[in-house]
Each structure stands twice: as structure tokens, then as C-alpha cells.
């Protein structure tokens, strides 16, 4: 009990006391009363605050009149009502402890309880606001005879009848009990309290349980006596939450299950137990116990070995789709999206589970839950990561909670929800989580190292051993009375300390991790009861928990949106979140203009010691550096943007697959994002990079090249960071991606130059066609060359002069060269391994050019088959070769003359003006490279 509320009791005794009177009786209760609670240093102390509230109230009052001492004390103790609203000193399940305290005052002397006390203590309950209906409930519950305690929907009767003969109140059958134990339950507070008469003794926490004394029954607390089943706190909750949650009660079964990795090596050795709504359980154990391993197991994540879980008889890993939503997960690694604030986290998480309701419904449910956890007034506020903290540690536990809690599912698994936090902060959290299991939810949280308290809050207590062996399963208080009983301590039936009622859940690890001591009384490596010995001695004694076996699967209260709303959310989500982050916007806007103008100010050459020295487009040779760079920057680029989108969300992946979401529409909401991010990235560097380059026009062209280099390498930034566990990992992959480009696209090195087992001095080999950098650069430049505003004046006839020059000099060398073959071979009358491909060779080639130069004639062509070939027709393919040779150097000469007359024409209108547009629009390098 607080400091708080013993002053406060003490004060309020004085006054009750009659201190007019005499004050012995009533000073051996106030002393029976603290020797319950406190040792005897702190009996004398507040006894003698009890003595001198006492002598200060007897000399207001003695001096008055009956009838004015009996005003006077109610008006003291409204004056210490309105003290204790004021000060804000007590809370409402306090106050109701010093109600029910000041009535057991009451009713401890010799006589019944007058209704002058009576009166006093309505007095103190009105004062403190404690409604009259509840205050006469209480009254009748701690004053009245057990006959005629009210039969209530908030009474629970324990007996050793069957039946009750109640109507309202709820009951339960204990056998072997020799008595009564009556149950009140405050709704207000949701607080509990005993009162016990009986024959047989009965203890709590440890404690001899007087007759007809009433006692607040905490989490944590157990009622035992001889040769009967202990009366759990989570039993008598059960009673009454049963009919709140009884649609959507669960029954959690795990059936003899094991688990083992990959390698082979067991993680959870066989074990098997029964959990149902309302509880909240706890799971201990040594590192490397196997805690998390079986919460993975438990939650659906990885399914076991051997055995299977079941909720309500589904198996939760073959029926995925029928538990669907029922189970909520809340990772131990922080799942927040640090660049949002608290309330747009908690937003577009709702907005991807309740696609049945509208915006306003859905802002509504956001803000019912932040306030509930706590978190409405730093709705507004910016997460941040853990290492950069906008809101406390114990703020981004709760918001990290509510991320699942606000889809209300049936089961929740916690991975250490209060690591890292103070103690205070992890007493807040559980609180929080105690509270869900009230409103039937059940829980699992692996925790470590708990306090006195929240080791109290727990329904049931999971131990596991190195191993993943199970050495407990059962009430948190008697697993210390469990394993000192094991190794034979004397003092094994002393769980809670006698004073101040506190346990130590590190002893459990102490005795089970107790070493062997050698002679000289040394400890060694050597565990005196090993992992497997412990498990085999629990489940030896261990006996199996009745449960009335779950119905149908509960109704779920939620609906994920259709992949087109998905994409929709995480999209926004992800743009917000982008534009939140300043640091990332800055580097990502700036990055590409900053290349660019490195880039393009790096390679603007011109010759300094030319008369005139002036910059002109036409003579940098540095231009196909420019555009190779170009390319090469856009999938750098591309790639380092990309590259931790994925693996940085993988844990709030891993958290969301519990809700079956779409992951084609998570994936193309990135794809869609980093597109957008590239188009930007591109035109700016289009933008500057050909301005201070000289590059006129073609902006849309080369926008649209280096967009397209910088999306695929987005995708493959993607790829990479969904293939891989770490971003350092990542991120070493990136120059293994974008060296080949620079060396396999040809530019850097010519691909006939290169190994001649990987290459061909004939053809492009198979890689080079799949290399980005190659597509982009001969793009850009073949567009530069061809389509800017001076080289379309000429285009046509250095395209027929090009395509000349390729037929007179290296078709007609091939083809004559394939012909001259065939015919030594019909000479010899001997035909070589490559006669037939030669051949072939010249009557595709043939062909094709006879449709094209139509009046050259060529009458042998049906002759030039293997089977049908003669001399003669090999003599004439010669000859008409030739006349193509002949054809194309005409052609090449005319394009020419056409090329400088009219070259001569415009030079000669305005010289200036002609030579100002060559300058400014082409480039002689270029020009030599295509």
C-alpha cells in the first residue's frame, strides 16, 4: 500500500475514531491493521501519525457539542477531500482502497457499525467522487453478513458447492473448500477485492487471509489453502470478461510442436500448452533460449518441424487464409517510418486495414487510439529514428503497439516491448497491455528481466532453457516456489518478500543455471540440473490445463483496400514520408545538377591557342565523353537511389505480412516512386549539363534516353535491395553493376579489342547487347549527329554516301571474296567445309540487292545452290557484283556533288550564318565516331 494512502488512512481514522472518546479499542485495530501491511519500524511511524492526527482532532472537538462534533468531523473530512481533488494526490483506484479501508475501520470495533459511521464514510466517498450507486455497492459488499451479500452480475461466489442458488452473481466450483471467498469487482476501476469465512485456513501472496477481512485481490495474486486448487487472478477475471468477449473468445493450442533451422539443429524441442482470451503471457528465458524463435513459431511465421498450432481448431500455418487478421505481431526492432509524424504512421497503417470505412471514420479511430495510448497531444509531432529522437523511448514503444492494437486482433505477439526503456516507461507499457488483455485479447510477450510488478501482471509464465527446452509453464509467483522446491531450499514456500510483497524473478535464472562446484568449492562450466533435465522434470509433473474448447473463428473487424488502394497508400506514404526527410530531398535534388555541372564545366574544351579562342560545340572532342558519361551517371545514379528502398522497409514488411497485403502493389508504389525521382533527377541534369555543354534542342530527346538508363537501373537497385540482408552488402554490389558498363559497352574499349574468348572481331557479342550503356550511348549519339538543326540539312545524302561507301568497300570485298572461294573449289572439283555457307552467304546477299537495284539484271541467281552451282553461274554473280560496285561508287559520287552544291548554295547566301550553325549544332568528334 503507498505512503499516499496510509497518511491519508491515518488522518481519516483520527477523525472516525470518535476522538472524543476513548481511544484504546480503536488504536489496537489501527495497530492490527498496520502489522498486516508493514514491518515493525514502519507500524511504530505510522502509528504515531494515527497518535497525533488523533490528539489534534480531539482537541478541536472536545470542547463542542455532540451535534457540532459530529458536523465538525464531516466538515473535516470534506476539508480533506477537497485536499486530496486539489493536490491530485490519490487516484480513483486508491480512493476506493480508502473507502473500503475506512468501513473495515468501521467495522472492527466491538460494535456494529453506526449509522453515524456510516454517514462519515458516505461523506468521504462523495468527497473523494466516488458515485452513490458504487459507494452502496462497496458498503453492502464490506459491512453487510455473507448471507446478504447482493446477488450481483459483480459478485463472484467461491465454494465448495456445486451450486450456487445465485441468480445474478457469478459462481465457481472449488472443490475440498471448507467456507466462502466472495469476489467484488469495481467496474470503475476495474480493481478486485476478497472477503473470506471459512474453517480451513487460506493464505494470499503468502499471507494467513483473516476471516471476514476484505483484501484487494492484484495482478498476480493467488488464494491457496489445504488440498485445494489455487484460486488465480486470471481465473477470477475470467469470470467476469467471459460474457464480454465470448463471439470472439480463442482458444490457442499447441500441440506438441518442434522446430528446427535450416541446418538441422533443434531450436524448440516438443512442447505443448493451451492458452485462451483474457490472458496475457509471459515468455522467459536465458539468451539463446529459443524466445524468439518460438514466438516466430507461435505467430506464423515459420512453421514447425513437428506438431501445429491452432486457434480454435485451424491450424494457423496450413489455414492462413482463415485466421487472416487475427494475429497482430509488434516486433522488438523499432517499425515506425522515422521521417512521418505519430499520427501519419498510425494513419496509413489504419488506411491499409479498414477499407470499409471512410476517411473521417478512420481519422476518428486514429485519434480514439492515440488518445488511449496516450500519444494525442504529440500526434502532430515528427517520429524520428532512435538514434535522432523526437519523442521518448517509451512514446515510440506505445505508437509502435498501436500500430497493431488499432486493428484490435484477437491474439498479439511482443518481442520485448520494454527494451530499452526505464522503469517506469516499461510499467506504462505493460499497463497498456494488461488492459488489452482485459478486454479479452490474448497476449504472448517474451520479456526480459521484468520488475517486481510487471512480473505480477502476468496471467501465465512460459520458461524456457537453453535450447529451446520448456521448464515451466504455470503462475508467474509459484514458478519461484516451483524451482526452490527442485533443488530443496529450505525456505521453497517463500515466493513475495513478507514486508513489501515485492518478488525477484532473476532468482529462477539463478537456480536454474546453478553450477557444480569443484572440492575446493570452485564453480565450473558444468550446470548442476542440465536444460533437458529440467524439461523432462516439468513435464513429468506437469499437468494439462482444462479448457473449454474454442467455437468457430471470431469475426474480423477489418478489411484490406483492393491492390489498386494499396498502391495508392503506400505510394503516398511513401512520398511523404520522402518529402519529410529535408536531408534526403536536399541530396536527392541537388545530386544530378551538381554532376552535371562538374560534368560539362570537366569536358568544355576549346583551343587556347587558336587566334579567336572561343568555345564552339563543333571542335570539343570531348562531346562522346560527355554523352558516355552521361549515361554511366544516370545508372550510378539510377542504382544508389534505389538500393535501400526495400531492404530499410523489410521489418515493417515483415510486420504488415500478418494483414496479407498486396506486395506487387508495395512493389510497383516503389517502382512508381523511384520513377518520378528519376524523371526529376534526369531533367535536371538534361537541363544544365547540355546548357553548359552547348548542346541546343534535343532536350526532350535526351531527357528521355538518359530517363530511360536511369529507370533501368532503378529496377536493378531494386533487385538487389530485396536480394540481400545488410546495406553495406548492397551497396558493395553497386560498382560490380556498374563496371561491366563502362567496359562492356564498347565505347571505352572496342568490342573486337577485348579478350578474344569472350569477343568476336565480326559480330557484337551476346553481352554487349545487354548492356545499358551501350543502348544509351549509340541513342544520344546517333540522335545528336543525325537530327540537329545543321546535319538534317545534309542528312540524306551522307546516309546514301555512308551506305555507298559499305557496299563498294566492304560488301563487295566480302561477297567477291566468298565467290572467289566457291569457284577454286569447283576448279579443284573438291568443296571446303565453308563452300556451302559461302554460298549461302551470296545468294542471300544477291537477292536482297537485286530488290534493291532492280535494273541491274542478274539471271543466274536460282544456280547459286549447292546442288544446282556451276562455273558459269558463279562467273556471272562475279561480274554482277562488280556492276554493283560500280552502281555504288556512282551513287556515293553523285550524293556527294548533290552534298556540295548545295553546301555551296547556303555558304554562299550567308557564310557567316552557315559556318555559326556547323558550330553550334555538330560536333567534328561525333561525327568521325558514327
Known sequence: MSEKILETLMQLFALIAKPQADDTERRGVVEAFLKRLLNQELVKEYLTKYDEAFEEARKKLEKSSAERREGAIAIRIRKLCKDINEQGQLDQEQRIVVVIQALEFCKSGSSEVSQLERGFISTLAEGLNITEEEYAFIESFVLNSFDNIPDDQNILLIDGNEESGLSEAKHVYKELLKGQIWILFVPSVKMYFSRFKGSGELSMNGQLLHEEKVYPF???????????????????????????????????????????????????????????????????????????????????????????????????????????????????????????????????????????????????????????????????????????????????????????????????????????????????????????????????????????????????????????????????????????????????????????????????????????????????????????????????????????????????????????????VFTKRDILSKIADVQYMLITLLEAPILAIALSFLIRYFDESAVNPRYTLYENSNLPVYIFMSVIIAIFMGLTVSAEEIIKDRKILKREAFLNLSWNSYLMSKVFVQLGISAIQALTFVIIGNLISGIRGMWFEYWLVLFTCWAGANIMGLIISDSFKAVATIYMWIPFLVIPQIILSGIMVKFEKLNPNLSSPVEIPWYGNLITARWGYEALAVKQ??????????????????????????????????????????????????????????????????????????????????????????????????????????????????????????????????????????????????
Not at 572461294?821 to 537477292?847: C, P, W
Request: proline share 3%; net charge neutral; with cysteine.
Open 218 to 568: 492484484s495482478q498476480g495474486s493467488s488464494i491457496k489453502g489445504y488440498k485445494i486448487k489455487p484460486v488465480y487472478y486470471w481465473d477470477v477475471t475470467m469470470q467476469f470478461l467471459k460474457e464480454e468477449f465470448k463471439a470472439s473468445r480463442v482458444v490457442y493450442n499447441v500441440n506438441n510442436i518442434e522446430y528446427r533451422f535450416k541446418s538441422g539443429k533443434v531450436g524448440i524441442h516438443h512442447m505443448s500448452f493451451k492458452e485462451e482470451s483474457g490472458r496475457m503471457v509471459g515468455i522467459m528465458g536465458a539468451s539463446g533460449a529459443g524466445k524468439s524463435t518460438l514466438l516466430s513459431v507461435l505467430n506464423g511465421t515459420n512453421p514447425p518441424f513437428d506438431g501445429e498450432v491452432l486457434i480454435n481448431g485451424v491450424s494457423i500455418h496450413k489455414d492462413k487464409e482463415k485466421i487472416k487478421g487475427l494475429i497482430g505481431y509488434v516486433s522488438q526492432d523499432d517499425l515506425l517510418i522515422e521521417e512521418l509524424t505519430v499520427f501519419e504512421n498510425l494513419y496509413y497503417n489504419a488506411k491499409l486495414c479498414f477499407d470499409n470505412l471512410t476517411d473521417e471514420e478512420i481519422v476518428i479511430r486514429v485519434d480514439n487510439t492515440l488518445k488511449n495510448l496516450g500519444l494525442f497531444e504529440i500526434r502532430d509531432m515528427k517520429v524520428g529514428s532512435p538514434l535522432n529522437k523526437k519523442i521518448s523511448g517509451g512514446q515510440r514503444k506505445r505508437l509502435n503497439i498501436s500500430l497493431e492494437l488499432i486493428r484490435e486482433p484477437a491474439i498479439m505477439f511482443l518481442d520485448e516491448p520494454t527494451s530499452g526503456l526505464s522503469s517506469r516507461d516499461s510499467e506504462n507499457i505493460l499497463d497498456l497491455l494488461k488492459e488489452l488483455a482485459r478486454k479479452g485479447k490474448l497476449l504472448f510477450i517474451v520479456i526480459h528481466q521484468p520488475s517486481s510488478d510487471i512480473f505480477k501482471m502476468f496471467d501465465k509464465l512460459i520458461i524456457l532453457d537453453t535450447g529451446g527446452y520448456l521448464i515451466y509453464n504455470g503462475n508467474p509467483i509459484e514458478s519461484i516456489e516451483y524451482f526452490k522446491k527442485r533443488i530443496e531450499q529450505a525456505n521453497y514456500n517463500e515466493s513475495e518478500c513478507y514486508v513489501c510483497g515485492n518478488v525477484n524473478p532473476e532468482q529462477i535464472f539463478n537456480i536454474v543455471e546453478t553450477r557444480v562446484f569443484t572440492e575446493s568449492g570452485q564453480p565450473t562450466d558444468t550446470r548442476r540440473i542440465s536444460p533437458g533435465d529440467w524439461s523432462n522434470l516439468y513435464k513429468s509433473e506437469a499437468k494439462e490445463d482444462i479448457i473449454d474448447p474454442g467455437t468457430t473463428i471470431p469475426e474480423i473487424n477489418f478489411k484490406t483496400p483492393n491492390k489498386l488502394k494499396q498502391w495508392l
Open 785 to 930: 549527329f543525325k537530327d540537329n538543326r545543321y546535319e538534317k540539312q545534309f542528312y540524306v545524302y551522307d546516309k546514301a554516301m555512308s551506305k555507298a561507301k559499305f557496299k563498294k568497300d566492304f560488301w563487295y570485298i566480302e561477297i567477291k571474296g566468298k565467290l572467289d572461294n566457291v569457284r577454286n573449289d569447283l576448279d579443284r572439283g573438291t568443296r571446303r567445309e565453308s563452300f556451302n555457307s559461302d554460298l549461302q552467304v551470296a545468294y542471300n546477299e544477291i537477292k536482297k540487292e537485286k530488290a534493291l537495284t532492280p535494273n541491274i539484271t542478274f539471271d543466274y541467281l536460282g544456280l547459286l545452290t549447292p546442288d544446282k552451282v556451276t562455273k558459269e553461274a558463279v562467273l556471272s554473280a562475279t561480274d554482277y557484283v562488280e556492276s554493283i560496285r560500280r552502281y555504288y561508287i556512282d551513287y556515293s559520287n553523285a550524293a556527294r556533288d548533290r552534298k556540295e552544291s548545295l553546301m555551296t548554295r547556303l555558304q554562299s547566301e550567308d557564310k557567316e550564318g552557315f559556318l555559326r550553325l556547323r558550330d553550334m549544332y555538330t560536333n567534328e568528334s561525333l561525327e568521325e565516331f558514327v
